[in-house]
């Protein structure tokens, strides 16, 4: 059973950067999709980023790509995501997710971890 961990949030400024990371236990991550979401208090989860099993593909959402920069390092077993710029609208819980099929910004991985909250507060 793959379980995913979320970790590298913490309270920062507004224009600091944060790098979340996402690992695994129970299973490599190598074979699988990873997808990273944010949700914010009283909001709709959001898709921000994945990256394939590969790493030949990735794609961040649109409004974030300026900004967020997705990755994997398969020696580490680590998918991560690096915020810039970082303002206090970005403030959410992240969570990664994962599947050996499905790839995109929806909900349909299989496996979710519990999130690492990323505060931006002046």
């Known amino acids: 059973q793959l379980q995913l961990v979320e970790s590298g949030g913490g309270v920062v400024q507004p224009g600091e950067s944060l790098r979340l990371a996402c690992t695994a236990t129970?299973?490599?991550?190598?074979?699988?999709?990873v997808g990273w979401f944010r949700q914010a208090p009283g909001k709709e989860r959001e898709g921000i980023a994945f990256i394939g099993s590969t790493a030949g593909y990735s794609y961040v959402k649109d409004s974030l790509k300026d900004r967020f920069i997705i990755s994997r390092d398969f020696d580490k077993n680590m998918v991560y995501l690096k915020l810039n710029s970082l303002n206090p609208e970005d403030t959410a819980n992240y969570s990664c997710?994962?599947?050996?099929?499905?790839?995109?910004?929806?909900?349909?991985?299989?496996?979710w971890g519990q999130g690492t909250q990323v505060t931006v507060s002046s």
């Open positions: 997710a994962a599947d050996q099929r499905y790839y995109g910004l929806g909900v349909g991985y299989d496996y």
């Open positions: 129970g299973s490599s991550l190598d074979r699988y999709h």
